[in-house]
């Protein structure tokens, strides 16, 4: 089966220190990741995608991840937090076969004046 | 531009009372989708449809009814409420003809409806 593990339920940095949002994956097929981010009382935005191209993707906002396979995880980063950041982020894999986004349970990112 | 907008944005209601929640997309994607949003979880496919008149059933459909007459529009029904589908609803809609894995999904602002 397949799966999305987001290892931090919460994450606080202060403002202008690097994030880190860690997700792992199961899949027996290759999947496609998603990072996708929701602002309070706001709807779901992308934040960026892998599609088995480059590893290191780039997204909106400066974040960035990467797709380790032999790792299985697609960790989100950011190398200076801003208030603006603070939202929750959910981690997705779809399989190569399949349509169905499978979510993680989210990641709250708390940003420290 | 408008993109996809979700009617009412809140709801409050009672067990067993019928309840519609209204999703449009202004784009003409074909394929469209309904999540609920629980606390502590992602989010669950309840219903989704291919285009105008084509639905399928999701992780989770029990309670609810689907229509879709219009490409643009996407109803989501809840027949006889219960306090159980107490969440946020979120509609969405993914641009290709046929479904693939690395399609983009856009979503809407969400309904958090409130089962009393």
């Known amino acids: 089966a397949q799966s999305v593990t987001q290892l931090d339920s919460h994450v606080s940095v202060s403002e202008g220190t690097p994030v880190l949002l860690r997700c792992n994956y199961s899949s027996s097929y290759s999947p496609s990741l998603f990072w996708y981010v929701q602002h309070p009382n706001k709807g779901l935005q992308l934040l960026l995608k892998?599609?088995?191209?480059a590893t290191l993707v780039k997204g909106i906002n400066g974040f960035e991840a990467e797709f380790k396979k032999s790792e299985t995880s697609f960790h989100l980063t950011k190398p200076s937090a801003h208030m603006s950041d603070a939202a929750e982020y959910f981690c997705?894999?779809?399989?190569?076969?399949?349509?169905?986004?499978?979510w993680g349970a989210g990641t709250k990112l708390i940003i420290k004046p | 531009d408008a993109g996809i907008t979700q009617s009412p944005r809140y709801k409050i209601t009672e067990t067993g009372r019928q309840v519609t929640l209204m999703c449009h997309q202004t784009?003409?994607?074909?394929?469209m989708f309904w999540y609920r949003q629980d606390l502590g979880h992602g989010l669950r496919l309840i219903y989704y449809s291919a285009a105008a008149d084509i639905t399928d059933k999701g992780e989770v459909p029990d309670g609810y009814v689907v229509s879709r007459s219009k490409t643009e529009n996407f109803p989501l029904t809840l027949e006889s409420a219960t306090r159980s589908q107490t969440s946020v609803y979120f509609c969405?809609?993914?641009?290709?003809?046929?479904?693939?894995?690395?399609?983009?999904?856009?979503f809407g602002p969400g309904t958090r409806l409130t089962v009393l």
């Open positions: 784009w003409s994607h074909s394929y």
């Open positions: 892998y599609t088995s191209a």
């Open positions: 969405a809609s993914s641009i290709g003809r046929q479904l693939r894995s690395t399609d983009t999904q856009y």
């Open positions: 997705v894999v779809t399989l190569d076969s399949n349509y169905q986004l499978i």
